[in-house]
């Protein structure tokens, strides 16, 4: 696959199709979008925002949640925020999310059959985390998109004139439902 990849890329270089996409790194709408990896939402969520290219930041994980208050989630936000002009976040949760219904036991089982030591699944509770709250799944869409709203709202290091909103977006047709 990566040698696909790698092929097309030199195409696409070659042939300057780079052109149409230039932008500066500072986002045209000022707004931070943190959703979920989802591979449904690569190109349906920016076309159901009618956001083209450099329009926002886009920042992606496993369910679009912001899981720990220092977390690389939040400092992407405090580097769009104080250093690329960022005036408005948006959370964004989507329907059926594959990682809502993660079990983390299933998952350790799954490293240790690949050949993660329990030594090393130790080692991650050494350092504070809860590793099975942490990879674990979650039950509803609206209270983790909430959550993640209010994690940012009530943030020491995000002032209060960055607006925050919450929304879950419909995985098949791209329909918005405001949550907070």
Request: proline share 2%; net charge neutral; glycine share 8%.
């Amino acid at each position: 696959m990566i040698e696909e990849i790698l092929k097309f890329n030199e195409a696409f270089v070659a042939k300057e199709e780079y052109v149409k996409y230039a932008t500066s790194k500072y986002p045209d709408k000022k707004i931070a979008i943190v959703s979920c990896m989802d591979a449904r939402l690569t190109e349906l969520l920016p076309a159901a925002l009618g956001l083209k290219n450099g329009d926002a930041k886009l920042i992606k994980n496993a369910g679009g949640i912001i899981s720990h208050p220092f977390g690389s989630a939040i400092r992407s936000l405090l580097i769009a925020i104080y250093e690329l002009d960022v005036e408005e976040i948006l959370v964004i949760g989507h329907t059926d999310c594959g990682a809502r219904h993660t079990d983390s036991k299933v998952m350790i089982e799954k490293m240790k059959e690949k050949g993660i030591s329990q030594k090393n699944i130790d080692l991650v509770k050494y350092f504070g985390v809860d590793f099975e709250k942490w990879l674990g799944g979650f039950n509803d869409v609206d209270a983790t998109v909430i959550n993640s709203v209010e994690t940012i709202r009530n943030h020491p290091l995000i002032t209060k004139d960055i607006k925050v909103y919450g929304f879950v977006i419909d995985s098949y047709t791209g329909k918005m439902t405001k949550v907070i």
